[in-house]
């Protein structure tokens, strides 16, 4: 049987989950800190107090700004280094067959290019949102691989799948939807699903396995009908 992993992170912590063998409750098996951007936002919870009673702020930037977002930058990808050589280690020890990340966007980005090509080829879903706030218990009704019995049970009452929407093997794609879904992959062009392509979007997430997308993009589906819901190109 497969071991299955789930990594949820932003720049502040990383916590590794192990799958249940039937992928429905999660067990914590691992969690790595990064403990300068902690310190950080201390220190900016302090500063805006301090704001606050003095009645002033300061507009716009400065050189200070900017090399503290630079600061933060490094420190980020040092965290994603970290994290990319504990999961590397992992594998080499056989620990994990198949890895699955949820990420706050720009980690997300920093994670994919720190991880070594044995790990990479055991990742099998990307997700490009914070979720390290969640417990086991959401992050699993989050998560749940499609075709479990838990997730199956989460969604039974949220309608039926429009028919655009669901899979079909043999469903050609043209090159557009095809570019926008590798993009969409890369935790990018979010902003080029718009209802002509979505459910198109949808049907390619759910023909590659790829059910944290597709639930994704079913929800932007959903929303495109609401009143005020955009449609643009």
Known sequence: M?????????????RLF?????????????????????A??????????????????????????????????????GF?????????????????????????????????????????ERVHDE????????????LARRLAPAGNPERERGTQNSGPTPAAARPAPNEPFDARVLDIYAKLRRGEGRELVNEGNVHSLTALAMRNGHAVLAEELREW????????????S
């Open 2 to 14: 497969q071991k299955r992993w789930l990594l949820v992170a932003d720049e502040g912590v990383a």
């Open 18 to 38: 192990e799958w249940s063998l039937d992928a429905g409750s999660l067990t914590e098996i691992e969690t790595l800190t990064n403990a300068a951007a902690h």
């Open 40 to 77: 950080r936002g201390t220190q900016l919870r302090r500063d805006a107090f301090g704001r606050r009673k003095g009645g002033g702020t300061r507009a716009g930037g400065s050189v200070t700004d900017s090399a503290g977002q630079d600061e933060q930058h490094r420190e980020a990808e």
């Open 80 to 120: 994603a280094r970290r994290v990319a050589g504990w999961l590397g280690e992992a594998r080499n020890a056989q620990r994990f067959d198949r890895l699955q990340i949820a990420a706050a966007p720009r980690f997300l980005g920093l994670i994919r290019s720190q991880l070594s090509a044995g790990v990479r």
């Open 127 to 138: 997700c490009n949102l914070d979720l390290a706030h969640l417990d086991a218990n959401a």
């Open 221 to 232: 589906g959903a929303a495109c009908g609401r009143p005020g819901a955009s449609t643009e």
